[in-house]
């Protein structure tokens, strides 16, 4: 049997001409998508690639600056005050406390759905674990449930999802101090759903308030499952759903269940799939949208042309090269979750541009043994300049317009910081400014 | 995001038996989540003394004693472990999916794929679930996998597998589907008396008798059937040889070289050939306007539908045909042009995934959507920006993006191009899945789920400004058409109102 072979150039790629923007951003997380809203704003012609549906999809929706500092320390009250004392070596000291400001501004500006920009002040959200993240953002749908509100708390869980076992979550909570009661109760959510049911469907059914089915009759779903819960509710003044009260009309599912149960009602934020996530990125790629950006997903970038500079890269479509050329170019790949920082027994290396990635020669040296410990390879990343262009291994810019953003950045750990939006947001708002001032 | 592995991952689908048993018989010692995509499995390399010193008594026992164990039987199928292996269920291809949002009898992507795959290896005589067939092929797990699971391969596979072990070919069932994925074969049946077929196929009684026996929903109206096919109308413009003619013509108005090689092979499929030739004529003259001289070549269907339907014998007959002239042209340097997306998907994604046929990874990597290949080939933009629209098409459309134009990353395409165009309004109504997915909504069983998918769809377009409709799918199309009354368009109608006359 033979196969064909495959043609690495397309037959006509001397008449190809190249897809044409100012600012080309690669990556479509939360670094991809502000540096791309960033230069749009600023007026250049901004195209973004995206190889899969942006990661956000599997973020919590919560957007956190700092909330411990790289000692441990914390959770912290005001990350505003700790950022000018990181490391050199942080991407929050390359583009300085102001800059953060800045950039949460933007994020404010666009998703208008955010809570938590009063103040400097991190918030305090209770997750499903049951623990309480510092947090500088929050979705509307979990301001009802902060920990630094003292009424009471009933927590609901679903027997179908496994994810968030309510009494659990509350006990922790408990155990963690938090200055009010806070009890968990499990219900089946009404209708006849598969027991493995996904996320959407039940928000589907609450967005359209489609009428379920229990015990042979058809009733509507948001009155049903308010009732349900009614039964637990004792002296509560709030009670907290795992985040799947609607995709499209949050506001109005959570108003309903409120008005009938005579409670606030807010989303506690979930594990991956998870529907904040999702409204988080759906709200950016409309802005982006807005701003006039082009956006490509579905295909990755695979190489690149240049040398001091990067003259195009090429999109892989099944085997044909489609070459996207810019004045300036904006790496967003994500890290080593997100495969914008890969490694194997000999290296750790940026797979496209090939960005230098400082690691010990010894791949014994990357971890610590203990589990939780402080792992070297959390903060493995390229190195910039201060206008966040990577440096080569000899300390100079690999390439003249070319910017890195967020977690393919390296200098901090922003699982145990609890920082990773917050650097994805202000070094992509950096990249994308400085992108767009130097494309003109 | 990026990855410079992606040649090698075709090389893994299109892997033969002979290659796939190899692989099976090394086990990885790749625990990242792109295992998938090693086209070989490295040799588990025995310990050197340092890891023993940095584990201690913990090493694995990797030593040379080490033997490799085949874990999984021989077999001849196209090797789906390492794209099982890189699931690691974070669920996200099951809030993408479209059925799984209204059918509470669907247990979503990630079960039909990498978790069904894994049963089956697991238990003898393991027969696939009948819910397979509930798939509506719209594909849209592909473009969410963060891991590159290549999902709708093993749902092709998983549904082929079931159609031809499970379900009867006696059944009334199968004959329905059969006749479905065939629409080519009725179509070309139609065409010879199309004002006959169009009367027939949409005659009450007929339609109350084709639901009761077939299953073939009687809610739809039938979609008219051309009196000129597309290829009939080739013909009479004098086939290749007057594209030639059309194209050197163009040439010189433009400027270019007379002689320049601008050549590309039309795939039309059956719809723009049997019911919308007007889009066929669009791309033929919007082409020749760049001096692009046009072939029709034998082709047969895409294969789309009998996908879909688990009729993969079906698919590769016809893919045989389709791949044995393409290729041909391919190698005397034409490029291959698709108007339709599920078609363009199914040249590009599907045909090296499902079949080993000789020539088909060219054909695969020379496939292009027509205005794709325009953005990629022409200063589209440039052109358009000097353009205007008037008289029928000066509207303010609709448009839908059909699921699957989104791997191949066309999903913004038609917005982004004509957002700017003088004399027209372009809205996109979101990313809702029409819910028709090609034979799917014409099912009895399944016309319910298929509106309800469709309602978030509906409700944009009467949000929407416009009241024309517009999408580059033909199935899309006459589910917009029956969700709202709107006429439907082909953005290569536009294009060709703009720039041609």
Same mark, same amino acid.
């Given at each position: 049997m033979t196969l064909g072979t495959p043609n690495t150039q397309s037959? #006509?790629?001397?008449?190809?001409? @190249?897809?044409?923007?100012? !600012? *080309?951003?690669?990556?479509?997380?939360? @670094?991809?998508?502000?540096s791309a809203l960033a230069a749009a704003r600023s007026g250049a012609d901004v195209r973004l690639l995206s190889y899969k549906q942006s990661t956000l999809r599997n973020a919590s929706g919560l957007v956190d600056v700092l909330g411990y500092t790289p000692d441990?320390?914390? /959770? *912290?009250?005001? /990350?505003?005050? +700790?950022?000018? #004392? *990181?490391?050199?070596?942080?991407?929050?000291?390359? +583009?300085?406390?102001e800059t953060v400001r800045e950039a949460m501004g933007l994020f404010d500006d666009v998703v208008t759905f955010y809570r938590g920009g009063h103040t400097d002040t991190n918030a305090? +959200? /209770? #997750?499903?674990?049951?623990?309480?993240k510092p947090t500088a953002r929050y979705p509307e749908g979990a301001s009802a449930g902060l920990a630094s509100d003292t009424r009471d708390v009933l927590l609901v869980g679903l027997e179908s999802m496994t994810d968030f076992d309510a009494p659990r979550a509350a006990a922790h909570l408990e155990a963690a101090g938090v200055p009010f009661g806070v009890r968990g109760v499990t219900i089946s959510f009404p209708g006849a759903f598969r027991a493995d049911a996904k996320v959407t469907r039940y928000a589907h059914v609450l967005d359209t308030d489609d009428d379920v089915s229990v015990r042979g009759r058809d009733v509507p779903a948001r009155e049903t499952l308010a009732r349900r819960v009614a039964s637990h509710l004792e002296d509560e003044k709030r009670v907290g759903f795992p985040a799947l009260l609607g995709m499209d009309h949050p506001a109005a599912v959570r108003a309903a269940l409120s008005d009938e149960l005579g409670v606030d009602v807010f989303e506690v934020p979930m594990g991956p799939p998870s529907i904040p996530g999702i409204r988080l990125e759906e709200a950016l790629f409309a802005a982006l949208s807005d701003a006039g950006a082009s956006i490509e997903t579905g295909n990755p970038v695979v190489g690149y042309e240049g040398t001091e500079r990067i003259e195009r890269v090429f999109v892989e479509k099944n085997g044909a090269r489609i070459p996207n050329t810019a004045e300036q170019y904006v790496l967003a790949t994500g890290g *080593?979750?997100?495969?914008?920082?890969?490694?194997?027994?000999?290296?750790?290396?940026?797979?496209?541009?090939?960005?230098? !990635?400082?690691?010990? @020669?010894?791949?014994?040296?990357?971890f610590e043994r203990d589990a939780f410990g402080d792992h070297p390879f959390a903060r493995f990343g390229v190195n910039t300049d201060d206008s966040l262009r990577p440096l080569a291994s000899d300390g100079s810019t690999a390439f003249n317009n070319l910017r890195a953003a967020g977690s393919v950045l390296g200098g901090y750990d922003f699982a145990a910081e609890k920082s990773g939006s917050g650097v994805s947001i202000a070094t992509g708002y950096t990249a994308g400014q400085h992108a767009a001032q130097e494309a003109r | 995001m990026t990855d410079t592995d992606s040649t090698r991952t075709d090389d893994r689908r299109t892997a033969s038996a002979s290659d796939a048993t190899d692989e099976q018989t090394t086990l990885s010692t790749d625990g990242g989540t792109d295992s998938a995509r090693s086209e070989k499995r490295e040799e588990v390399s025995p310990a050197t003394p340092s890891t023993e010193k940095a584990f201690g008594p913990t090493v694995p026992n990797t030593g040379t004693e080490f033997e490799p164990v085949e874990v999984f039987p021989e077999s001849t199928d196209f090797d789906l472990r390492p794209g099982s292996d890189s699931c690691y269920k974070c669920s996200t291809c099951d809030t993408n999916c479209p059925v799984a949002e209204v059918d509470d009898d669907f247990p979503g992507p990630k079960f039909q794929g990498p978790e069904q795959w894994r049963l089956k290896q697991a238990e003898e005589g393991y027969d696939i679930d009948e819910s397979v067939m509930d798939c509506s092929n719209c594909m849209r797990c592909d473009n969410a996998c963060p891991a590159g699971v290549p999902l709708s391969q093993m749902h092709n596979t998983a549904r082929a597998e079931y159609v031809s072990e499970n379900m009867s070919t006696f059944s009334l069932e199968y004959w329905r589907n059969r006749i479905l994925a065939n629409y080519r074969t009725s179509a070309w049946i139609a065409s010879k008396t199309p004002r006959l077929a169009n009367f027939a196929m949409n005659f009450g009684p007929a339609r109350w008798l084709m639901e009761k026996t077939m299953g073939v929903t009687s809610e739809r109206e039938f979609p008219a059937f051309a009196r000129e096919t597309f290829r009939e109308w080739w013909d009479s413009q004098g086939g290749a040889d007057g594209s030639r003619e059309r194209a050197r013509t163009a040439r010189e108005r433009r400027g270019d070289s007379v002689d320049a090689e601008k050549k590309v092979a039309y795939f039309h499929g059956?719809?723009?050939?049997?019911?919308?030739? %007007?889009?066929?004529?669009?791309?033929?003259?919007?082409? %020749?306007?760049?001096?692009?001289?046009?072939?029709?070549?034998e082709q047969g269907c895409s294969g789309t539908p009998m996908f879909a339907n688990g009729m993969l014998d079906d698919a590769r007959r016809h893919a045989e045909v389709t791949v044995s002239s393409m290729s041909d042209l391919v190698e005397q340097g034409y490029d291959a042009i698709a108007s339709c997306t599920s078609?363009?998907?199914?040249?590009?994604? %599907?045909?090296p995934e499902l079949f080993d046929i000789e020539g088909i990874r060219d054909v695969s990597s020379h496939t292009f959507e027509s205005i794709e290949y325009l953005r990629i080939h022409e200063d589209l933009a440039g052109a358009l920006a000097d353009a205007e629209i008037e008289g029928a098409l000066a509207d303010e459309f609709a448009y839908h993006a059909p699921c699957h134009a989104r791997n191949q990353g066309l999903d913004r395409q038609a917005v982004e191009l004509f957002r700017d165009l003088d004399g027209v %309004?372009?809205?996109?109504?979101?990313?809702?899945?029409?819910?028709?997915?090609?034979t799917y909504g014409w099912k009895a069983e399944k016309y319910k789920t298929s509106m309800a998918i469709g309602e978030e769809m509906f409700e944009h377009m009467e949000d929407a400004a416009g009241e024309t409709g517009m999408t580059e799918c033909p199935t899309c199309a006459m589910q917009m058409e029956h969700g709202t009354g709107y006429e439907i368009r082909h953005p290569l109608e536009l294009l060709e109102a703009a720039l041609v006359t």
């Open positions: 037959s #006509t790629e001397a008449s190809i001409m @190249a897809i044409e923007s100012d !600012v *080309l951003v690669i990556g479509g997380g939360l @670094a991809g998508l502000t441990g320390e914390g /959770p *912290l009250s005001n /990350p505003y005050d +700790v950022i000018p #004392t *990181l490391p050199e070596t942080h991407p929050y000291r390359t +583009v300085g406390v305090l +959200v /209770p #997750t499903h674990g049951g623990t309480v *080593l979750v997100g495969k914008g920082v890969q490694s194997n027994r000999e290296g750790v290396y940026e797979p496209l541009f090939g960005c230098h !990635v400082a690691h010990s @020669a010894n791949r014994y040296d990357w | 059956c719809y723009a050939n049997y019911n919308t030739p %007007e889009v066929g004529k669009a791309m033929v003259r919007v082409y %020749e306007h760049f001096g692009y001289e046009v072939v029709v070549p078609c363009s998907l199914a040249l590009r994604q %599907e045909y %309004e372009i809205e996109d109504v979101g990313d809702s899945c029409s819910g028709i997915s090609g």
